[in-house]
C-alpha cells in the first residue's frame, strides 16, 4: 500500500510543511487564529527553530524526554502483563486441585476479568484525562497489586472469580491510558517506536514471568505454601511497592507536568510541540464529557477495535494463556517449560521493535499491521499441523516463536494508528478506550475460551477460529480502515486552498478536529 502525501497537492498551494505532521500547515495570515494562539504559535516556531538547529542536541533531549516518560509507563504494564501471564503459569502446578477447579471453570474465571476489564476501559480514559496519569494510573497499579497479593490465598471457583473480577476492575485503565499519555507527548513519527518499547514489557514479562515460575518451582511446601501461592505473593509485593513510588516518579500530561531533568525552554518546547504540530490551530482541549459520544458515534472507532480484538487480543490471549501447556505438551516437564516459554518473547522483543522503527520511518501503520498479521499467521500455519506429529516437537517450538512475535508486533501500530489519527485530545481519549472496550471483550472472552483443554494438544477448534477471525478481523479491517482514511486524504486533496482561506475561525478549525479540511490521516 503506497502512502497518501500528508499535504493537499493543490496548484498554486502555498502550504508549509513540518516534518512528521499528519496536517497540512496553512500559513499563519490564512487562518483566523486568535491572539493567544497566534502568541503560543510564534513562541513554537522560535523553539523549534532553535532546538532542532543542531539536530544532535534535538536527539538528546528527545531521549533524555523517552528516559523520562517511558521507564514507569514501561515498568506498570510489565508488572500488568506479569499477570496475565501467570494465569497461565499457575495452571501447570497444583493450582487447579488446590482450588478444586476443573479446567473449563479456570477458563469461565478468565472470562469474567473481561467483562469489569472491558466495561471500565473509556470511563478510566476520561477520568484519566481529567486527573491526570500520575495519579490515576499510580492508584490503579497499587490497587490490582493488593488484588494480586491476595489471590494467593484463593480456596476455590468462587474465590478465584471475584479475585478476577476485581483485577479487571483495577486493570483497565492501564493499557490504552499508557497508550494515551504517550500520544500527548510525542509525534506521528516518533509515536508508534516509542509505544513499541512501551508494549515490549509484554514480552519481557513472558520471558520473566516464565523464569519466575521456573524458580518458585523448587519452593513447595516451603513454609507451608505452594508454588503458585509464591507467584502471586512475589508479583503482588512487586506491583504494590512500585505503584506507590509512582506517585512521585510518573510522568503527568504536557499541560500539567513539570521536570528538574529539563529547562524552562526544554520543556516549553516538550508541551507546545504536541500542541502546534499540527499548525497554528491548535485542537480543542477542553475536558467534556460530550466527546465520549463523539468518539463511539465515529467509523475510526471500530475498524481499530477489530484489530484490537480479532486481530491482536484473540490470538495473544489464547497464547499467553495456553503457551506453558502447549510446551509442555511437546514432552517437557511442567517446570523446564516455564523456562521454555521465555525465548520466544524475547524473540518478539526484537521483533516488535523492529517493525515499529519502520513504521514511524516510512508512517505506513497499514503496512506494519500487515506483516505483523503474516508473520503470526504463517507460525500458526506451521504450528497447528506439526501438533499432530510428536517428533516433530522442534519443528512446533520454532513455530511459537513466530506466533508470539507475529501477534505481539500489531499492538503498538493499532494503538498509535488511532492516537494520531483522532485529534482532539478529550475525543481521543474517549476514543481509545471505547475500541478498547469492545476488543477487549470480544477477544479477550473468545481468546480466554478457544483452546479447549480437551483438544490438547492439537486445538482443532481453537486454531479454525483464530485463522478466521484474524483474516476477517485483522487482515480485513486493516485493508477497510486503509482504503476510508485514503478516500478522506484524496476527497481533501481536491478541495481548492483559495476556498479554505477564511473561511474558517480558529475556534472552528479546532472544534472540526481530524475532520478539518487541512487535517490528513496517517495511512
Given at each position: 500500500?503506497e502512502?497518501t502525501?500528508a499535504s493537499p497537492?493543490?496548484?498554486g498551494?502555498?502550504?508549509?510543511?513540518?516534518?512528521?505532521s499528519?496536517?497540512?500547515?496553512a500559513?499563519?495570515?490564512?487562518?483566523?487564529?486568535?491572539a493567544t494562539?497566534?502568541?503560543?504559535?510564534?513562541?513554537?516556531?522560535?523553539?523549534?527553530?532553535?532546538?532542532?538547529s543542531d539536530?544532535?542536541?534535538f536527539?538528546r533531549?528527545?531521549?533524555?524526554?523517552?528516559?523520562r516518560?517511558?521507564?514507569?509507563?514501561?515498568?506498570y504494564?510489565l508488572?500488568?502483563?506479569?499477570?496475565?501471564?501467570?494465569?497461565?503459569?499457575?495452571?501447570?502446578y497444583?493450582?487447579l486441585?488446590?482450588t478444586?477447579?476443573?479446567?473449563?471453570?479456570?477458563?469461565?474465571?478468565l472470562?469474567?476479568?473481561?467483562?469489569?476489564?472491558?466495561g471500565?476501559?473509556?470511563p478510566?480514559n476520561?477520568?484519566?484525562r481529567r486527573?491526570g496519569p500520575?495519579i490515576?494510573?499510580s492508584f490503579?497499579?497499587t490497587?490490582?497489586?493488593a488484588?494480586?497479593?491476595?489471590?494467593?490465598?484463593?480456596k476455590s471457583?468462587?474465590d478465584?472469580?471475584?479475585?478476577r473480577?476485581?483485577?479487571g476492575?483495577?486493570e483497565?485503565?492501564?493499557?490504552?491510558g499508557c497508550?494515551?499519555?504517550?500520544?500527548?507527548w510525542y509525534?506521528s513519527s516518533e509515536?508508534?517506536?516509542r509505544c513499541?518499547w512501551?508494549?515490549?514489557a509484554t514480552?519481557l514479562s513472558g520471558?520473566?514471568?516464565?523464569?519466575?515460575?521456573?524458580?518458585v518451582?523448587g519452593l513447595?511446601?516451603h513454609?507451608g505454601?505452594?508454588?503458585?501461592?509464591y507467584?502471586?505473593?512475589?508479583?503482588?509485593i512487586?506491583?504494590i511497592?512500585?505503584?506507590?513510588i509512582g506517585f512521585?516518579l510518573c510522568p503527568d500530561f504536557p499541560?500539567?507536568?513539570?521536570s528538574?531533568?529539563?529547562?524552562?525552554?526544554e520543556m516549553?518546547?516538550l508541551?507546545?510541540?504536541?500542541k502546534?504540530?499540527?499548525?497554528p490551530?491548535?485542537?480543542?482541549d477542553?475536558?467534556?464529557?460530550s466527546?465520549f459520544?463523539e468518539?463511539?458515534?465515529d467509523?475510526?472507532?471500530y475498524?481499530i477495535a477489530?484489530?484490537?480484538a480479532?486481530?491482536?487480543s484473540?490470538?495473544?490471549?489464547?497464547?499467553n494463556y495456553t503457551?506453558?501447556?502447549?510446551v509442555?505438551s511437546?514432552?517437557?516437564s511442567?517446570?523446564t517449560a516455564?523456562?521454555m516459554?521465555?525465548?520466544?518473547?524475547v524473540?518478539?522483543?526484537?521483533c516488535v521493535i523492529?517493525?515499529a522503527?519502520?513504521?514511524?520511518?516510512?508512517?505506513?501503520?497499514a503496512?506494519?499491521l500487515?506483516?505483523?498479521?503474516?508473520v503470526?499467521t504463517?507460525g500458526?500455519?506451521?504450528?497447528w499441523?506439526?501438533l499432530?506429529?510428536?517428533?516433530?516437537a522442534?519443528l512446533?517450538?520454532?513455530a511459537?516463536f513466530?506466533?508470539?512475535a507475529?501477534?505481539n508486533?500489531?499492538a503498538?501500530?493499532v494503538?498509535s494508528?488511532?492516537?494520531t489519527n483522532v485529534?482532539?485530545?478529550?475525543?481521543r481519549?474517549a476514543a481509545?478506550?471505547?475500541q478498547?472496550?469492545?476488543g477487549?471483550?470480544?477477544g479477550?472472552c473468545i481468546?480466554a475460551n478457544i483452546f479447549?483443554g480437551?483438544?490438547a494438544?492439537?486445538?482443532?477448534?481453537?486454531?479454525?477460529?483464530?485463522?478466521v477471525?484474524v483474516?476477517?478481523?485483522?487482515?480485513?479491517?486493516c485493508?477497510?480502515?486503509?482504503?476510508?482514511l485514503r478516500a478522506?486524504?484524496?476527497?481533501?486533496?481536491?478541495i481548492p486552498?483559495?476556498?479554505?482561506?477564511?473561511k474558517?475561525t480558529d475556534e472552528?478549525?479546532?472544534?472540526?478536529?481530524?475532520y478539518?479540511p487541512y487535517?490528513r490521516?496517517?495511512l
Amino acid at each position: 500500500m503506497e502512502k497518501t502525501s500528508a499535504s493537499p497537492k493543490v496548484a498554486g498551494s502555498d502550504l508549509d510543511e513540518e516534518a512528521g505532521s499528519t496536517y497540512a500547515v496553512a500559513p499563519l495570515e490564512a487562518t483566523q487564529v486568535g491572539a493567544t494562539h497566534a502568541a503560543e504559535y510564534r513562541e513554537y516556531q522560535q523553539l523549534h527553530a532553535r532546538f532542532t538547529s543542531d539536530k544532535k542536541a534535538f536527539g538528546r533531549m528527545i531521549r533524555k524526554l523517552d528516559l523520562r516518560i517511558l521507564p514507569m509507563l514501561f515498568l506498570y504494564y510489565l508488572l500488568n502483563s506479569l499477570d496475565k501471564s501467570n494465569a497461565g503459569n499457575v495452571k501447570i502446578y497444583s493450582f487447579l486441585a488446590d482450588t478444586h477447579m476443573t479446567s473449563t471453570q479456570f477458563n469461565l474465571a478468565l472470562t469474567w476479568y473481561f467483562f469489569t476489564y472491558a466495561g471500565l476501559e473509556a470511563p478510566s480514559n476520561m477520568i484519566m484525562r481529567r486527573v491526570g496519569p500520575r495519579i490515576w494510573l499510580s492508584f490503579l497499579v497499587t490497587c490490582w497489586g493488593a488484588v494480586t497479593l491476595g489471590s494467593a490465598w484463593v480456596k476455590s471457583y468462587g474465590d478465584y472469580c471475584a479475585a478476577r473480577v476485581m483485577l479487571g476492575f483495577f486493570e483497565a485503565g492501564l493499557f490504552q491510558g499508557c497508550f494515551y499519555t504517550l500520544s500527548c507527548w510525542y509525534l506521528s513519527s516518533e509515536l508508534q517506536t516509542r509505544c513499541a518499547w512501551w508494549y515490549s514489557a509484554t514480552m519481557l514479562s513472558g520471558a520473566f514471568g516464565g523464569l519466575l515460575a521456573y524458580a518458585v518451582g523448587g519452593l513447595q511446601g516451603h513454609l507451608g505454601l505452594q508454588q503458585w501461592q509464591y507467584l502471586f505473593i512475589i508479583e503482588g509485593i512487586l506491583t504494590i511497592f512500585f505503584g506507590l513510588i509512582g506517585f512521585w516518579l510518573c510522568p503527568d500530561f504536557p499541560e500539567a507536568w513539570r521536570s528538574r531533568w529539563f529547562s524552562d525552554d526544554e520543556m516549553r518546547y516538550l508541551q507546545l510541540r504536541v500542541k502546534y504540530k499540527d499548525g497554528p490551530v491548535p485542537p480543542d482541549d477542553t475536558f467534556r464529557w460530550s466527546a465520549f459520544f463523539e468518539a463511539v458515534k465515529d467509523w475510526k472507532t471500530y475498524f481499530i477495535a477489530s484489530l484490537l480484538a480479532f486481530g491482536g487480543s484473540v490470538p495473544t490471549y489464547s497464547v499467553n494463556y495456553t503457551l506453558a501447556t502447549m510446551v509442555n505438551s511437546l514432552g517437557y516437564s511442567s517446570i523446564t517449560a516455564q523456562a521454555m516459554t521465555a525465548p520466544p518473547y524475547v524473540f518478539a522483543f526484537f521483533c516488535v521493535i523492529a517493525i515499529a522503527i519502520y513504521s514511524d520511518k516510512y508512517q505506513c501503520r497499514a503496512r506494519s499491521l500487515l506483516i505483523s498479521y503474516t508473520v503470526g499467521t504463517t507460525g500458526v500455519v506451521i504450528l497447528w499441523p506439526s501438533l499432530y506429529y510428536p517428533n516433530l516437537a522442534g519443528l512446533s517450538y520454532f513455530a511459537l516463536f513466530l506466533v508470539v512475535a507475529g501477534y505481539n508486533m500489531q499492538a503498538p501500530a493499532v494503538g498509535s494508528w488511532l492516537g494520531t489519527n483522532v485529534r482532539n485530545p478529550a475525543k481521543r481519549a474517549a476514543a481509545m478506550g471505547w475500541q478498547s472496550t469492545w476488543g477487549q471483550l470480544f477477544g479477550g472472552c473468545i481468546g480466554a475460551n478457544i483452546f479447549i483443554g480437551s483438544e490438547a494438544p492439537t486445538y482443532r477448534s481453537g486454531f479454525i477460529i483464530l485463522l478466521v477471525l484474524v483474516a476477517v478481523g485483522g487482515f480485513g479491517a486493516c485493508i477497510g480502515n486503509w482504503y476510508c482514511l485514503r478516500a478522506s486524504n484524496l476527497k481533501k486533496d481536491k478541495i481548492p486552498l483559495e476556498e479554505l482561506e477564511g473561511k474558517y475561525t480558529d475556534e472552528e478549525l479546532a472544534k472540526m478536529g481530524e475532520y478539518s479540511p487541512y487535517f490528513r490521516y496517517i495511512l
